[in-house]
Structures are given as C-alpha cells and as structure tokens.
C-alpha cells in the first residue's frame, strides 16, 4: 500500500483520471492533485514544513505554462531546499519525443517515464517499484 502519491498536471482532465485510477486500483491511500509547478513546490515546501508524510512518488507532465515539468525538476534537484526530497519521479507525458525519454531517464535520472494516459498497468508498476523499496 503507498500512502500517498503528488499529481502535477495543468489538466483537470488527466488529474481526474488518474486520480480515479488510483483510487480504483485500492493500492494508494492518499492522492494530491496539483495543476502546476507553483502549486507542487508550495505543498512540498508545506510538507516539509510540517512533520506530514512526503509523497512516495511524484507523477509529472512535462508540458504546462509557466513553469514547465522540466523546470520543477531543476528546482527540486539543485535546490538546497528540497535536497533531501527522497520522493520517486515519474514523467508522464503524451511526447512522443524519444528526447523526452532520454533527458528524464538518463539526464534526470527518474525512475519512470510512461506515457499518457495513465493505465491500472502503470499503477501497478509503480506501486510494485515502491513495495520493493519499502
């Protein structure tokens, strides 16, 4: 069981979806939905804050306005603030670009990058990679 999971989208839509997903799969106690970087980065920075449970893995778009997901990923990484942030990352995206993949698996080093929309078999994927390390 993972206890809880950040959604970053700008799409309602997608965030809905997936939420339901999730909830469906009865495998996910707690999920948050956001629908931008700012948001993400204000609830991490809320987590921290407060002695509450880090999500155990982030599911992220690449393409929002503003701050993009590549753009929360440099923030997150070479950022003191959130450098002990021990969260999975995972990209979700609909690029078809395969340098999407190559910069989020080998430049970022994230522990996913699946494409969208999500499926109950990327769930259980996910959530089968959190178990092991738990």
């Known amino acids: 069981m993972i206890k809880k999971i950040l959604l970053i989208d700008d799409s309602e839509p997608d965030n809905f979806l997936h939420a339901y997903l999730l909830k469906k799969s009865g495998k996910v106690q707690e999920i948050v939905t956001v629908l931008n970087v ?3 980065l204000d609830y991490l920075k809320e987590t921290m804050g ?3 449970e880090m999500p155990e ?4 778009d690449i393409n929002m306005p503003r701050l993009n997901g590549w753009e929360f990923l440099d923030i997150i990484l070479k ?14 995206t609909t690029s078809l670009n395969p340098d999407d993949e190559n910069k989020a698996l080998n430049v970022y080093k ?3 990058y699946l494409n969208k929309p999500l499926t109950l078999d990327h769930i259980n994927q996910i959530i089968d990679e959190l ?3 738990n």
């Open 57 to 60: 893995a982030i599911l992220l």
């Open 79 to 92: 950022s003191e603030e959130f450098k002990t942030i021990q969260t999975k990352v995972y990209m979700l």
């Open 50 to 52: 407060e002695k509450v």
């Open 131 to 133: 178990d092991r390390e």
């Open 110 to 112: 994230l522990d996913g």
């Open 38 to 40: 700012e948001q993400a």
